[in-house]
Nanobody
Framework: QVQLVESGGGLVQPGGSLRLSCAAS????????VGWYRQAPGKERELVAR???????NYADSVKGRFTISRDDAKNTVYLQMNSLKPEDTAVYYC??????????????WGQGTQVTVAS
């Protein structure tokens, strides 16, 4: 079964950093696009950062200059480096990937989510 597995969440103080990982359960031939989303209690899920098959990235205004999305194709993994974290970054973070696997089939999958809590 094709899955995305997220890791790296946790509790961090304001101003701290975390790196989230999103790993595919099978070999990726090509990532078409990968996005990190987040959902805070009582709020809608929002796009935080996105990276395409090339080097094109885009970020939500609220995280520009603090978060960086990157991709390691050799490890079938996408990362979200989060610096200068604020309490308002607290949310469950999800990755969503559209990719071509080694079987040359296209998949679109969501990860299970990882909790990020920013608090003193």
């Amino acid at each position: 079964q094709v899955q995305l597995v997220e890791s790296g969440g946790g509790l961090v103080q304001p101003g701290g950093s975390l790196r989230l990982s999103c790993a595919a359960s099978l070999t990726i031939f090509r990532f078409n696009a990968v996005g990190w989303y987040r959902q805070a209690p009582g709020k809608e899920r929002e796009l935080v950062a996105r990276i395409t098959s090339g080097v094109s990235t885009n970020y939500a205004d609220s995280v520009k200059g603090r978060f960086t999305i990157s991709r390691d194709d050799a490890k079938n993994t996408v990362y979200l480096q989060m610096n200068s974290l604020k309490p308002e970054d607290t949310a469950v973070y999800y990755c969503n990937a559209n990719f071509i696997a080694a079987d040359l089939r296209e998949y679109d999958r969501w990860g299970q989510g990882t909790q990020v809590t920013v608090a003193s």
